[in-house]
C-alpha cells in the first residue's frame, strides 16, 4: 500500500468518525424530549441531557466518561466497583489460557487430520456434529460439572477457539505441495523433521489464519460468558453497568471492548504476515 493511499484512507476514516459523531449529537438535539412524569434525577442517571432532549448520552458525555476510565484504570473499590483495566485484565487472561490450551490441542491434532487420511475421515464426523454447537451451549454443563466460574469461562473459550484452528491446520496441512514432500522423502529426511522444516512453513499461514478466526471468536464469547457467570471481566461490567442504568458506561465498555479485539486481531495480523511468503 503506497503512502497517498494510506494517508487517503486515514483522512477518509477521520471524516466518517466525525460525520458519525455529528449525526449522534444531532439525532439527540432534534429528539423527542422525555415523557411527562418521568424523574430527572433517572433521566440523568440514564444519560439524559437537563433539558430532556434524549435518554441516550451524547458522544461528549460518553468522550468524557472514557477519558476518566482510562486516567484511573486500576483502581479497586470492592467487588462491584473495579476500574475498567482490571476488569479488561480479567477477560484477557481467561481468553489467552483458554486460547493457549486450543492451541496445545488443536495444532498437533491438526497436523495428525492433515498428514492422514484415516484419521481424517474417522475425526471429520466428530468435528462437524461439535463444530456448529454454540460455545455459550457448553455453560450450563460446564457450570455443572467443573463448578467454579472462571474455569468454566476458560473452558468455554477453549471450545470456541479450537474449531477455526484445528481445521485451518488440517486444511494448510493437507494442501502442501506434493512435491516439496516427495523431495524431502528423496532425500530421506525424518517424519518429524519434515513436519517441522517442511510443512510447517508451508502450512503457517493457514494455521495463522485459523488463529486469527478463533482470536476473534473467542473475545466475542468472553463478554456473554462474563455475563452469564458474573464476578469479573469485561462482560460483567458491562451487566453491572446496565443493571445500574449507565448507559453511558455501557457505551463506554463497548469502546474498550471493540480497541481491544481489534488490538488482538492486528497483533494475529502481524504475525501472519511473518509467516507469509510469495512464490
Known sequence: MSLSLRARALIVS????????????????????????????????????????????????????????????FYDAGPNDKGIG?????????????????????????????????????LDPFIQIMKPVSPLAWMPLALYTIKDSTISSVFVIFICSIWPMLTNTAFGVASVRREWLNVAKTLEV??????????????????????????????LVI??????VGGTGIGYFVWNEWNNLSITNVIAAIFFIGLIGMV??????WLLKLVTYEE
Open 14 to 73: 477521520i471524516t466518517l468518525f466525525f460525520v458519525f459523531v455529528a449525526a449522534w449529537q444531532l439525532s439527540l438535539s432534534t429528539g423527542p424530549g422525555l415523557p411527562e412524569g418521568v424523574d430527572p434525577e433517572y433521566a440523568a442517571l440514564m444519560g439524559a441531557t437537563a433539558k430532556g432532549a434524549s435518554a441516550m448520552p451524547g458522544p461528549l458525555t460518553v468522550g468524557e466518561q472514557i477519558w476518566e476510565h482510562i486516567a484511573d484504570p
Open 223 to 228: 463478554v456473554a460468558a462474563e455475563m452469564l
Open 264 to 269: 488482538l486481531d492486528l497483533l494475529l495480523a
Open 190 to 219: 525424518g517424519q518429524l523433521r519434515t513436519a517441522f522444516r517442511v510443512i510447517l512453513p508451508a502450512a503457517a499461514p493457514t494455521i495463522l489464519t485459523g488463529m486469527r478466526i478463533s482470536v476473534g471468536i473467542a473475545w
Open 86 to 122: 482490571i476488569q479488561l485484565g480479567f477477560s484477557i487472561l481467561r481468553v489467552a489460557v483458554g486460547f493457549a490450551f486450543a492451541v496445545l490441542i488443536a495444532l498437533p491434532l491438526g497436523f495428525l487430520i492433515g498428514m492422514s487420511p484415516l484419521f481424517y475421515r474417522a
